[in-house]
Structure formats: structure tokens, C-alpha cells
């Protein structure tokens, strides 16, 4: 989230679109009732099925599953048409006025620079042109054809109501009421709040959805605003903290990258990561990226990262592609892997096509499964007839359990959707053999550790080297890993004028203060700050709120240094002045900013030409993405991988997204409309928390058995009514299950045809106390978003036929 929880409160419009608050997000969801009942918002629900979010809505809005871009530049087309939009937000915080490149184009659902054979894009035509001094050329009149303004007019204006209710089947009357409250929000002194989750994650397009919406948020000037902003409701509890921690395979800490295989040393790594600003007068913060790096060198390699190593570089692995989790099963069902590590994950149950995901766990050696439960996975190789069709003699796989703790059995912090770390006290003795993951983890590298300098070994420096000095090696602490992320000054640190900033072995205060040099270490920049000098800020639990925007600055700590809403400077005018006085979350006060937040780069004063986006090289929010997005500087309508309609209406020649990743073998294991008809989505249920909940007796009591739900028209049309047994299908598997017959899912009309939704919820599985049930993933196809690989759960094709 750019905003928080409770800051939803302020919205004048909610927008639930993507996701299911009321279901999956209960607790949460209070913030948009708040907004509902004590602040007259209006709240709009945008889903294929009717929710228990859209039973509490004002306005209703069904979609096909898979459509969102093109309702959204629906949106996007009327705002400007009929010129909603903040303007001067528009123009001096957007990349609106920026000229793009002459050979920048789009033609029949294909941007410049497309290598079919590769399925990716050259990216180079993508952005803008530069003059000799190395800015970006401007049009401030936005009068330039090659402005982003014109091309971006350009680009939507084939989305008119009449399209979005060909492609999306919603109703133009409901899209129409839904534009028109969106663009009450362009006023200065009202904000819409999106909340989405993986309504529009789990696509082939999903990060395209998220960035139309926060293209939407640009031109209503709503980002850095109270009650506005781009909202991902976050899944597990602490998922923000996985992603702030860098825990995907091209990633490090803080938002860093992994280095290259192209990237052969130090220096060449840090010029590529060290963008300089595009604009006269802009602050690029990443130019501080090599303070953040060297220190987080410090952290992992301590005394043994020094300036004539390369700060241990050559000891970070470097990527030559991403192994994603999809890349990965793919090289296990090749034979390619020979042990799996599986620790707080339980694929044969969440990852897509999950007969594929047997076959693949099939050929290992071994695989070790960390977890405080058993799980389908740890026991993939168990026979459960159609459930878990298997031949465990055929199945060499060895499978060691190391039972987990839960977090409830120990100290620590959770980073929720909105950037708090509030820390947690234990609050039970774990049972039986269970260890902490900090200690299953610690026992296995003394081990490694202790094999390597008795037997030595390829590769073994990496982990030599690794500082490792808690107090109780084989068991770190939770808070000795929080003021090792915080960071410490290694020697004493002094400012320019000569003055002491933290003495040797002080816990830092601000990532301000991280250097270069190696005289301060932090293993995650972003979070320093929450462990200063005066102690546990995330332990903080003062919930005083004097300004009645919720930003209570005492509750705990949000990173970058306890900011509760980021981009905080857009929410004031060029002048510093608050776009909406009542709202107020910074003002430049003459000489410094002061407010109700932590002013974000309060170094810059109005008028230094500093933009508030400051993580970008021209400062600015991108209306135009110059490079960054596999599939287009401009979002796209591609149909899902599995289509109902077998076509793209907008451009029939490319049907789905261009660069998204398929591999031949899973692409063979795609479904056509002939055969499979009809749309799949699936989705949790508040009752259970994915496949965890079914050992817990109360939860198994309260939702015990599998079911699928579909239309009252579908269902008559079969011959199925409320309780028979059916049987789902897609090209890669079946699962049974109870049918629910519910108008809460309709007919949409779509390019001309029917287009009926089968609804699956996620949570069955042959483990556990619940009923025994057929995984959904047993449906679900093989691939995903072609930025982030999260697969295509939301929109695939099934049949379904009473039993
Ligand atoms: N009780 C409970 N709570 C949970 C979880 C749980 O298992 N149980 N899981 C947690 C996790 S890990 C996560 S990530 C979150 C997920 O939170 P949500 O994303 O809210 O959960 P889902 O039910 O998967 O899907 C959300 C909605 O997206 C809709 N949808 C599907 N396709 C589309 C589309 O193309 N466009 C639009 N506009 N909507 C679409 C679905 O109909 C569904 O209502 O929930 C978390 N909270
Ligand atoms: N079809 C379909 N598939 C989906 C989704 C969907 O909407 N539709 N949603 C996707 C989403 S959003 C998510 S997040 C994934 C989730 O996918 P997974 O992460 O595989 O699912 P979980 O069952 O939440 O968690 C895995 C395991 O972690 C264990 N665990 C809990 N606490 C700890 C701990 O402290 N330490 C260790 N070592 N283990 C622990 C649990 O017991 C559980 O067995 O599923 C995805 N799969
Ligand atoms: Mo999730």
C-alpha cells in the first residue's frame, strides 16, 4: 500500500475492484465501512461475482474475469474526454509533458520492438527523447503530438463504453455510474481509495491491472494523498516483509537486484544500478543505492566485505534468469533438480496444475519439507484415488519433515499491507520436536560449514564467510535480526561539518546515515529506523491521533522512517501548499515542511525542481512506463491464456499477452472454448485460511466440504441443481464437488455470446479434518504474468457435467 488501513477512512470513494475485502480482508474491510457510514463515501464493487464486499456496496459493477484494462482505460478515456482530471497535478507531477522517442509505436496489439521468436521486446524505442544534456526533452503545453499526453489520448480512445461492454459484458449503464463517480474524485478536495488484491494479480496481465488503476490515480491526482493512493491488501501476514526482504530469486533486500551474470564486478553493478536523474534539479534517491548495497555487504559478510573485495561480491550469486517458481518446477520435470527445499510452502496445494507439480516432486532425489503441518505436498506421494492419482512404489522420492513453529510461538515483526512493522511477543511454547525457522536454518549451515572445512568443496566461500555472530549461534534472536536489518555504525560516524552522528557500535537513526565506505552496516536499508538508538520503535503503542486522519505516528513504524503515506510531497501543490486543507498531510511553511506525517525528501523545497516521485530518475509519476514493463509502456487488452472467446476483438492477431512465458510443454496443456466452455476462477472463503484451516476442527465444522458455484442459468441449462455432486474438468485434470446454485454469478453477454463463471474456492485438499477434497489447482494452467510470474488462477477454462 502507498497509503494504510486506516487511512481508508478518508476516502470519499472506495473502489473494491480485484479483490474480495469482506471475505478475505475482514478486519481490514472495518476501514471502508468507516469510510461508508462516518465519511458518506461511496463504495464500488467491480468483480465477476456478486460479494459478500459487493453486498455492502452502493454500486455493483460485474466483469469477466480477465477484462479489467480494458474497463479501466474505459475509465481513463472518459476522465480525460470530458477533462476530470486534476490538471495541474497532471502536469507538474506526471511524465504528461515528456516526449517519447520517434520510433516509439503501437499497431494492432503490438508495440515497437517485438522479437516473436523470443516472445519479449527490445525496449529501447520505449522511452523519451534526450537532449544534449542528458534530460528529457518537455512540451509544457502538452501540445507535442510526441508527448505522452497526446500518445496516451491516442492509446485509449479506441476504449469506448461500447468496447468495454463488448469485451468486459458489463453493462454500460453500470460502467457509465462507476466513471462518473471515479471522476467526482479529479476535484482537489475529494480521493478515491483502490483496494485490490489477486482479482488482479493472478493474470497473465495482472501487473498491467494494477498500473491502469494507478495511471487513474495520477490523473485524479490522488497518489500521496489522505485517502487515495494504490491499496494492495496483502495475503499471508507478513508477505509485505517477504517482498521487503527480497526473498525472490533475482532480488536482495530492500528493493535491491541480485547482480548479473553480465555484471562481472562491483563497479560495473553499481553504475547499472545508479541511474542518474532525467530532469534539471531532480534527486534521484537511488543514487544513494551504493550506501544501501555496501552496507548490506557489511551485514552479510562483516570484517570479511572490505573495499578490496568488492565488499564480497564475487560471493553473491549472480543471476543469468529469474527461477521463479514456475522456471523451477519446469527444470524439476526435466529431471534438472535434484533437491527441493521446501519450507512454508505447499505447492501441490497453491501452485498451478497440480498433476504437473506431482510428476515434477516425483522426480527428485529428496525433498525436505519445513512446516508446522502435514501437508499434501509432504505426502504427494500418498495414494488418494482420483483426489491423488499415484503410484507410490513408481515414486523414488526421499522426503525429510523438520516440523516448524508457528509465528505465535515466537518474538518478532510482521510488515502488514500497509508498511508497519509491529513487533509481537511469543505467545505459547511451540509443541513436541518443533523448531523456529532461525534455528532449523542455523543448525543446517553449521553443519554445511563444519562438512566444508573437513571435506572441502566447490562454492564453499559464501558460506565461510557468512557473518554469523548471535549470541546463541545455533539460535538467533528475533531482535538480534532486527537491529542487524536496522543497521549500526561500525566506526564513529561524523556529518560534514565535523560533527558526531552515532558512535562506533550505535544503532542507526535513518538510512541518511548508511555510507559507502563500510563504516555503517544495515541488512535492509528500508527498515532503518525501526530499532534506533532509543530502542524498538515497531514495540511503540501509542495510538494518539491528533490530526483524526489515523496516521498515528506512535503506533508502531512504517517504513521509509515511519512515513504513513509515501509520495506524501504530491499532497501538496507546487507551492507547498496542501491540495486539500482539511487533509492536510504536509505544508511548506516558508522554511521547512511540517504536517501530520513525515514529509517525504523534506530536504527539497518548492520550487528546487525536486518531484515528488523521487525514486524516479525524472521524479515524476509515469503515465508513459519508459522500460520497466515486460509487455508495454502503455496498458493493453489481452485475453487470458485460456480465452472463452477464442479471440481478441481489439486485435485478433494477438490474442493473449505477448510476452508472457509458456513453455511448450504446459502450453500443450491449454484448453479451447469448444471443449471447455466455460470460465474458471477460483477464491478463498473467509471460513478457511488457505489449506491450513482444514486441520483446525472449528474451521471443518463451519465449511466442511468442497464445493464449486455456478448461475441459476447454466445450472438449468445442465440439469444440476443445489447439492448434486459434479464434475469440473479442464485439459488438465478434474476435481469433484457439491454445486451451489446462486445468483451471485449471472451470464455476462460478451462479444455476441454467453459467457458463463464457475466458481472454485481453494480450500480442499486429502489432508486435514475436513471432509477429504480435490485440490483446485488440479485446473488450473500453467502459466503466469509476464513481470512477476504469478500464474493465471483467476480466469481459465473448465466444463462441468452433473456426476
Ligand atoms: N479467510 C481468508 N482470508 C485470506 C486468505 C484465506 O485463504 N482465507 N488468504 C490471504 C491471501 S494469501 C491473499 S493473497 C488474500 C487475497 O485476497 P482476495 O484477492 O480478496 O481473494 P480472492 O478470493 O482470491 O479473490 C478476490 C476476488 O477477485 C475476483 N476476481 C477474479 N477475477 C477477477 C477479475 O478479472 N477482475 C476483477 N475485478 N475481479 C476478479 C474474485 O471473484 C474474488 O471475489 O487474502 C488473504 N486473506
Ligand atoms: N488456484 C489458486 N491457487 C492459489 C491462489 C488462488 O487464489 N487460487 N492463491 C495463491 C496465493 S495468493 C498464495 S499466497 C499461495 C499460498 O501458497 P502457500 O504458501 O503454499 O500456502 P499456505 O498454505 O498458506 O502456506 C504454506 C505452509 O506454510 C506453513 N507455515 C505456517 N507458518 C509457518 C512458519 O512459521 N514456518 C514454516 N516453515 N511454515 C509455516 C503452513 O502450515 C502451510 O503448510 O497460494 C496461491 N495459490
Ligand atoms: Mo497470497
Not at 528500508?526 to 530502542?535: E, L, R, V
Amino acid at each position: 500500500m502507498t497509503n494504510h488501513w486506516v487511512d481508508i477512512k478518508n476516502a470519499n470513494v472506495v473502489v473494491v475492484m480485484g479483490g474480495n475485502a469482506a471475505e478475505a480482508h475482514p478486519v481490514g474491510f472495518r476501514w471502508a465501512m468507516e469510510a461508508k457510514n462516518n465519511n458518506d463515501a461511496t463504495l464500488i464493487v467491480v468483480d465477476p461475482r456478486f460479494t459478500r464486499t459487493a453486498s455492502v456496496a452502493d454500486i455493483y459493477a460485474p466483469i469477466r474475469s480477465g477484462t479489467d484494462i480494458t474497463f479501466l482505460s474505459g475509465v481513463i478515456l472518459y476522465l480525460i474526454s470530458n477533462n476530470k482530471i486534476n490538471a495541474e497535478y497532471v502536469k507538474h507531477y506526471t511524465n504528461a509533458s515528456l516526449l517519447v522517442r520517434d520510433d516509439f509505436s503501437f499497431d494492432d496489439g503490438l508495440f515497437s520492438g517485438y522479437d516473436a521468436e523470443k516472445r519479449q521486446y527490445d525496449k529501447t524505442s520505449w522511452n523519451y527523447q534526450f537532449d544534449e544534456n542528458g534530460f528529457a526533452k518537455r512540451d509544457e503545453t502538452l501540445q507535442h503530438p510526441r508527448c505522452v499526453w497526446n500518445l496516451l489520448k491516442q492509446h485509449v480512445a479506441r476504449y469506448t463504453p461500447d468496447v468495454v461492454e463488448n469485451i468486459c459484458g458489463t453493462p454500460q449503464a453500470d460502467f457509465l455510474k462507476v466513471c462518473e463517480v471515479l471522476a467526482s474524485t479529479s476535484a482537489a478536495d475529494r480521493t478515491t481509495s483502490f483496494l485490490y488484491a489477486l482479482g488482479w494479480t493472478q493474470h497473465t496481465v495482472g501487473a498491467q491491472n494494477i498500473r491502469t488503476m494507478a495511471m487513474i490515480q495520477l490523473l485524479l491526482g490522488n497518489m500521496g494523498m489522505a485517502g487515495g493512493g494504490v491499496n494492495a491488501l496483502r495475503g499471508h501476514s507478513n508477505i509485505q516483509g517477504l517482498t521487503d526482504l527480497g526473498l525472490l530469486s533475482t532480488s536482495l533486500p530492500g528493493y535491491l537486484t541480485l547482480p548479473s551474470e553480465k555484471q562481472p564486478d562491483v563497479e560495473t553493478y553499481l553504475a547499472a544500478s545508479t541511474p542518474k536523474a532525467t530532469l534539471p534539479g531532480q534527486v534521484n534517491y537511488w543514487s544513494n543505492y551504493p550506501k544501501f548495497f555496501v552496507s548490506l555487504m557489511k551485514a552479510f559478510y562483516g570484517d570479511d566485505a572490505r573495499r578490496e573485495n568488492g565488499w564480497g561480491y564475487d560471493w553473491l550469486p549472480k543471476w543469468d534468469q529469474a527461477y521463479d517458481v514456475m522456471k523451477y518446477f519446469q527444470m524439476m520435470e526435466r529431471g534438472e533438480v535434484t533437491g527441493y527445499f521446501c519450507q512454508g510452502f505447499n505447492p501441490v496445494a497453491s501452485f498451478p496444475d497440480k498433476n504437473k507439480v506431482v510428476a515434477s516432486l516425483s522426480k527428485l532425489k529428496y525433498m525436505v519439507v519445513v512446516d508446522p503441518l502435514v501437508t499434501e505436498t509432504a505426502n504427494f506421494w500418498q495414494n488418494h484415488g482420483d483426489m491423488n492419482d499415484v503410484d507410490p512404489a513408481q515414486i523414488q522420492t526421499e522426503v525429510f519433515r523438520l516440523p516448524s513453529t508457528c509465528f505465535a510461538e515466537e518474538d518478532g515483526s510482521i510488515a502488514n499491507s500497509g508498511r508497519w512493522l509491529q513487533w509481537h511477543w511469543k505467545g505459547g511454547e511451540p509443541p513436541g520436536e518443533a523448531r523456529t525457522d532461525g534455528q532449523i536454518l542455523a543448525g543446517l549451515l553449521h553443519r554445511l560449514r563444519k562438512m566444508y572445512r573437513e571435506e572441502g568443496g566447490k562454492g564453499a566461500e559464501p558460506l565461510l564467510k557468512m557473518r554469523w555472530d548471535y549470541l546463541m549461534p545455533d539460535h538467533p534472536e528475533a531482535d538480534e535480526v532486527a537491529q542487524e536489518n536496522n543497521g549500526v555504525a561500525l566506526e564513529d560516524l561524523y556529518d560534514a561539518n565535523g560533527v558526531l552522528v552515532a558512535k562506533k557500535g550505535q544503532l542507526l537513526d535513518s538510512f541518511a546515515q548508511l555510507r559507502d565506505d563500510g563504516s555503517t552496516s544495515s541488512a535492509c536499508w528500508i527498515y532503518t529506523g525501526s530499532w534506533t538508538s532509543k530502542g524498538n520503535q515497531m514495540a511503540n503503542r501509542d495510538n494518539s491521533d491528533p490530526s483524526g486522519l489515523g496516521n498515528t505516528l506512535g503506533w508502531a513504524w512504517a517504513w521509509p522512517l515511519n512515513r504513513r503515506i509515501i509520495y506524501n510531497r504530491a499532497s501538496a501543490d507546487p507551492q507547498g501548499k496542501p491540495w486539500d486543507p482539511k487533509r492536510m498531510l504536509i505544508e511548506w511553511n516558508g522554511s521547512k515542511w511540517v504536517g501530520n506525517d513525515i514529509p517525504d525528501y523534506s530536504a527539497a523545497a518548492p520550487g528546487s525542481g525536486v518531484g515528488p516521485f523521487i525514486m524516479q530518475p525524472e521524479g515524476m509519476g509515469r503515465l508513459f512506463a519508459i522500460d520497466k514493463m515486460a509487455e508495454g509502456p502503455f496498458p493493453e487488452h489481452y485475453e487470458p491464456f485460456e480465452t472463452p472467446l477464442g479471440t481478441n476483438p481489439l486485435h485478433p492477431k494477438v490474442v493473449s499477452n505477448p510476452a508472457a512465458r509458456i513453455y511448450d510443454a504446459d502450453a500443450k496443456r491449454l484448453g479451447d472454448h469448444s471443449e471447455f466452455p466455460y470460465v474458471g476462477t477460483t477464491y478463498r472463503l473467509t471460513e478457511h485460511f488457505h489449506t491450513w484451516t482444514k486441520h483446525a476442527r472449528l474451521n471443518a465444522i463451519v465449511q466442511p466440504e468442497q464445493f464449486v458455484e455456478l448461475s441459476e442459468q447454466l445450472a438449468g441449462k445442465k440439469g444440476i441443481v443445489n447439492g448434486d455432486t459434479v464434475k469440473v474438468s479442464s485439459k488438465r485434470g478434474f476435481i469433484r464437488a457439491k454445486a451451489v446454485v446462486t445468483r451471485r454469478l449471472q451470464t455476462l453477454k460478451v462479444n455476441g455470446q454467453d459467457v458463463e463463471t464457475i466458481g472454485i474456492p481453494i480450500h480442499w485438499g486429502f489432508e486435514g479434518v475436513t471432509q477429504k477434497g480435490y485440490m483446485a489447482n488440479t485446473l488450473t494452467p500453467f502459466v503466469g504474468d509476464a513481470n512477476s510470474q504469478t500464474p493465471e488462477y483467476k480466469a481459465f477454462l473448465v466444463n462441468v457435467e452433473k456426476d
